[in-house]
């Protein structure tokens, strides 16, 4: 039983029993058994354990939960109601509480707008700096500071509509095979089936020749088809000729029907704003270009903003531009040196990625326009000091993104560009110069994608952080984080619920006693790695000259049938080669069209990026190729761990093959949660309804109809082995290899889950609740149970993240077993213990950004270990020693 009411954060009470404790007792969230446990304040808290043990439960479920609870509380006691709703987290009582900020990792889709600017607010910053202290152009009133935001219409450019892009099709684009007839689909942005078809007929009418190859129609004729805007309606004689169509008219023949014509263009553009269907909408959106706005070349600002200089650079240029160049360049004005401000040196400072993408479309150069000296010499005191002030907020914020690995970022970039980690790197970067005191930050694997080179900036800035008289409350796999947090908070000692137990809680050296804990084993006793097989390659796979992001004509050799580990810090060019070119040229020389799982922007097709360089060497070794991303398996909550490895579709069989199923004549369809027929109406299946609320963000809520069951009382009468579909979907991985243990199509997927450390998942948890690292190990446990036939080269990308040391043992087990069967894995790793077990080694950098992107060390791990140069080697030597 709950106390009426939480105790206030800051009763008399606690301060007896322990000040500076903030104390759980009775917490029994998701896995947690009944636990209790005294965590000091202003410390650096690492919760450890392994994956699915419970660290995340306890410390966002629980201790986060309750903050924000009484947050809502204090600040909207109206939202009582809501709260009620969102639930309460299972727990007695926390006393000692802080209020509580979580820095967690992203999971869903974000906001393609957002940037690294608007994540960080420096964009607002920046903004204000040009509006103040920018250099006008003669007789330019002073613009506001949201006229220098292409997400307003009062700073929009007006050509493009702030997106930089403007979206078009061209005669390639929707011919692309010109060699074709018109009845042999020269179009290929037609619409498909009956209305393409209907288009040509009316085209026979108009007495057009729709038998000769494109290329060979009069470009007039090309350019109408095409192009033109007319929708004339003619008579359709269904399946005539040219010449039957006149007779036919002559003789005044009642015609099939009468058609209206479309030209290609005008149907692309009008299907793609239009269209309902999300397929439709990707079909054409195949025939559209993306290219730079010819108006603000891609800046997205109208002409006034681009026109206002600071440091001699436009906002377009600035935002372009990597934060280490910014910051060089700001730092003289933020210390009272305005030669550059006026001069507008700095201009010869890069060239941004949208200059060169400009040359390489046009062929010529062009320039950034230089300042006018003339109009901002005479640069007022009072504007010297405003530039001065806004430069020096500017130059500190940036200091902090540097520190923490991120120079080689610029403003623009987008942040569904970004990898969780250098997302949640930002927003802690951003905590820190807003910097609060007295709160607890609730961080979650803050390490994730950082190379030990990277972390040492990490580690001061959680300090800094505590030093504020903060609390610093992480989950954590990095051991070395451990070995520096004050406290341990070890959970346990295994997943789901063989876990939920707190094994320790105290100084980090005392949990060397706790025999029962996986974390002791690896932070004590170094647990030795499996020494590197050292297998000698089956062959050679060769990129050549390749050009993306900053990888300027890199070539590499892949060794084929061993297993590969990438490493070099956070920004040098990993995931460019290995996650990027290497999948898409490979997809390309198999026949598949590059991989787009890109969704459709509401505003635009994607602008696709395109890898330079071609692949050499052993290429027809290869005979699929895997990429298993951190993606999430699904978008929305409707797909999930049963629907993503298709064992729901056993499951449903096995409901609908019920007596009781039969006899009411329910399909397999019933018991999906997509089918109208057998979900709850009021939720139509989503299980949780969405409370939108004034000033504060939309919550979800359970559904009241169906308490999240997502179907019917009707459908839930349905059983099977005495249980009905909602609960079956409530299982977890383990539970179900019981349950459906007699059968096999649903077992036997089940299995693979359980082997990859997944066992603790439930079957239905939504897609979008589960963590990069966790989909990306569904993905690996789907290729498994058909991973028999070899010769398939399998791409992961850091898939240690989210898992303890125990786990990621587990999970090289089956990578080795994947090599084992003929198979080649290459992995960007960071983790060294893994990086230490690979056949070869291949080390990027070495630096980040403009100053990475080239190999520095390939061979055998322990030939990167004394490579000199390589930020990895001395990591990797420590490993091995
Ligand atoms: P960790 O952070 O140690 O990896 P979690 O706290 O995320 O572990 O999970 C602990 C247990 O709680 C697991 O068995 C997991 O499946 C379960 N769990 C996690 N989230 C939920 C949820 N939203 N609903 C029910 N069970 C959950
Ligand atoms: P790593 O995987 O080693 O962390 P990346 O390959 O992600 O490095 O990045 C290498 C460089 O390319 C960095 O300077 C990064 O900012 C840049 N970059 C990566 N992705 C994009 C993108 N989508 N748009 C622009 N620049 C990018
Ligand atoms: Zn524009
Ligand atoms: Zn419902």
Same mark, same amino acid.
């Given at each position: ?15 007896? +029993? ?9 917490? $029994? ?285 436009? +906002? ?37 990625? $949208? ?527």
């Amino acid at each position: 039983t709950k106390p009426s009411g939480p105790a206030p954060a800051h009763s008399l009470g606690h301060h007896a +029993i322990g000040s500076g404790f903030v104390q759980v007792r009775g917490a $029994r969230e998701h896995n947690l058994k009944d636990v209790d446990v005294s965590i000091p304040r202003d410390a650096l808290v690492v919760f450890s354990g392994v994956s699915g043990s419970g660290k995340s439960s306890l410390a966002f479920g629980t201790i986060y939960a309750e903050a924000q609870r009484r947050y809502f509380e204090s600040v909207a006691p109206y939202a009582r109601r809501l709260i009620d709703q969102m639930g309460v987290p299972d727990v007695d009582a926390i006393d000692g509480l802080p209020p509580a900020v979580a820095l967690q990792q992203q999971r869903g889709a974000s906001n393609a707008r957002s940037s690294v600017g608007s994540v960080t607010t420096l964009s607002s910053l920046v903004r204000l700096m040009y509006s103040r202290a920018g250099t006008y152009p003669a007789q330019q009133p002073m613009l506001y500071a949201e006229d220098f935001s292409p997400n307003t219409p009062q700073g929009a450019c007006p050509a493009c509509h702030g997106l930089g892009y403007v979206y078009d099709v061209t005669e390639a684009t929707m011919v692309p095979d010109p060699s074709l007839s018109l009845r042999e689909r020269a179009i290929a942005a037609w619409p498909p089936a009956w209305h393409g078809q209907n288009l040509r007929d009316i085209l026979v009418t108009l007495g057009y020749d729709i038998d000769r190859p494109w290329k060979d129609l009069p470009k007039k004729d090309r350019d109408w088809i095409l192009f033109t805007e007319e929708t004339p309606t003619v008579p359709v004689y269904a399946g005539f000729t040219s010449a039957e169509v006149r007779a036919a008219r002559r003789r005044k023949m009642e015609p099939s029907y009468m058609g209206t014509f479309t030209g290609a263009r005008r149907y692309v553009l009008h299907t793609f704003a239009h269209t309902q269907s999300l397929l439709m909408k990707k079909r054409v959106s195949r025939f559209m270009q993306g290219k730079l706005c010819p108006a603000c070349h891609g800046k997205r600002l109208k002409p006034e903003a681009l026109s206002v200089r600071f440091a001699g650079l436009d +906002i377009g240029d600035l935002s372009q531009m990597p934060l280490d160049q910014v910051s060089a360049l700001l730092e003289p004005i933020a210390k009272g040196d305005f030669s550059a401000h006026v001069a507008g040196m700095g201009i010869n400072g890069g060239v941004t990625r $949208r200059d060169r993408a400009e040359r390489a479309a046009s062929g010529r150069a062009t320039h950034a326009a230089a300042p006018d000296v003339r109009r901002t010499s005479a640069l007022s005191e009072e504007k010297r000091l405003a530039a001065q002030r806004l430069a020096e907020g500017v130059v500190a914020r940036l200091r902090t993104l540097q520190h923490l690995g991120l120079g080689y970022l610029t403003l623009e970039r987008a942040t569904p560009t970004l990898s969780s980690g250098e997302l949640q790197r930002l927003r802690l970067a951003t905590q820190l110069s807003a910097m609060l005191f007295g709160v607890v930050y609730v961080l979650d694997e803050p390490s994730a994608g950082l190379h030990p080179a990277d972390s040492q900036a990490l580690y001061d800035a959680l300090d800094t952080l505590r030093g504020a008289g903060n609390s610093v409350f992480v989950v954590e796999h990095d051991l070395e984080l451990m070995r520096r947090a004050q406290w341990l908070v070890d959970v346990g000692p295994d997943a789901g619920e063989r876990g939920g137990r707190i094994l320790y809680s105290g100084a980090p050296a005392g949990l060397r006693e706790i025999a029962e804990s996986h974390t002791a084993r690896y932070l004590f006793d170094e647990v030795p790695a499996q020494p590197s097989r050292g297998r000698e390659p089956s062959g050679w796979l060769v990129l050549k000259e390749i050009r993306r992001h900053n990888l300027q004509g890199v070539d590499a050799r892949i060794p084929l049938g061993v297993l590969t580990a990438v490493t070099g810090i956070s920004g040098s060019g990993k995931s460019s080669l290995i996650a990027q070119a290497l999948p898409e040229l490979m997809l390309l020389h198999l026949g598949h069209e590059p991989e787009d799982d890109s969704e459709v922007a509401s505003e635009g097709p994607a602008v696709i990026e395109t890898t330079g360089g071609h692949l050499a060497g052993d290429v027809d070794a290869v005979q699929r190729l895997v990429h298993v991303d951190q993606k999430p398996i699904g978008r929305t909550p409707r797909s999930n761990l049963a629907t993503y490895t298709g064992l729901f579709d056993h499951v449903r069989k096995l409901f609908a093959a019920t007596p009781v199923a039969r006899r009411r004549g329910y399909g397999a369809g019933r018991f999906s949660f997509n089918v109208a027929k057998g979900r709850c109406e009021t939720c139509e299946g989503e299980g949780f309804v969405s409370v939108e609320l004034l000033f504060m963000p939309s919550v979800y809520a359970p559904c009241p109809t169906c308490h999240g069951a997502r179907y019917n009382e009707a459908t839930l009468k349905v059983l099977w082995k005495g249980r009905n579909i909602a609960q079956v979907l409530q299982m977890t991985v383990e539970e179900a290899c019981d349950f459906f243990s007699e059968e096999m199509a649903v077992s036997r997927p089940l299995q693979w889950l359980r082997e990859i450390g997944l066992g603790y998942l439930r079957l239905g948890q939504p897609a979008t609740e589960l963590s990069g690292g966790e989909a990306q190990r569904i993905k690996l446990a789907t290729e498994l149970q058909r991973s028999q036939r070899g010769r398939t080269l399998y791409v992961l990308d850091e898939p240690t993240t989210g898992l303890h040391a125990a786990d990621a043992d587990q999970l090289m087990v089956q990578l080795q077993r994947l090599v084992d069967m003929g198979n080649t894995v290459v992995m960007i790793e960071h983790d060294m213990r893994m990086v230490a077990q690979a056949d070869w080694v291949i080390d990027i950098g070495p630096g980040a950004g403009a100053a990475g992107g080239r190999l520095v060390a390939t061979g055998l791990p322990q030939t990167v270990a004394r490579a000199s140069g390589s930020r990895t080697a001395s990591y990797l030597a420590a490993q091995l020693a």
